[in-house]
């Protein structure tokens, strides 16, 4: 009996061209070297380091827009008071002894005088009669209040005190770098 051989086609066998060595002897391997996981890490920390700046400073800008669109609501209706009464209240803010409100005869101007949105420092208000240069204390009964200065602490900007720089460096020496006074 003869036996017949039959030619069986070969098999592809894969080599891997950078390293024909390791063919069976190393397995594949899934995972992320250390090096990778490394490089991934530190960009992720610069790129949140970044947006913790970038949210920092716009959290900052929108407080000072705050501060400065309180101050021009105070002293509207500051200057609303001043068209009915003649002159200026002693005092509005509530920590100053104000009553918290901008209101005389039954008229309201303003329900609640704003605050800081961090609380300090506070906004900083004086009525005075005079001139800047040479303020005068007033009570509205013997001497009316016909100025004044409101002001407040940017965290951003330093655009100055302009009219009240003189008053309020003297009482709070820098505390504060933004007023507004009357037009």
Known sequence: MQRLL????????????????????????R??????LLITISIISILSAVGLVVYSSVMKQGRD???????????????????DNFSYPVQVLPSLGGSGSISAGGKTYLNAVP???????????????????????????????????????????????????SIITSIFNNRYNFAVFPP
């Open 65 to 83: 827009s705050k501060r400065q669109s309180d101050l021009r609501s105070i002293q509207s209706a500051l200057e609303q008071y001043y068209a």
């Open 31 to 36: 995972g992320f070297t250390l090096v990778e």
């Open 115 to 165: 605050t800081d949105p961090t609380g300090k420092p506070e906004y900083f208000y004086t009525s005075f009669a005079g001139s800047f240069s040479s303020p005068t204390s007033c009570d509205n009964l013997t001497t009316k209040c016909t100025l004044y200065c409101l002001a407040a602490h940017l965290e951003n900007t330093n655009p100055g005190l302009g009219n009240c720089s």
């Open 6 to 29: 039959v030619a069986q086609p070969a098999l592809p066998v894969t080599v891997n061209p950078i390293n024909s060595r390791s063919m069976d002897l190393m397995p594949k391997s």
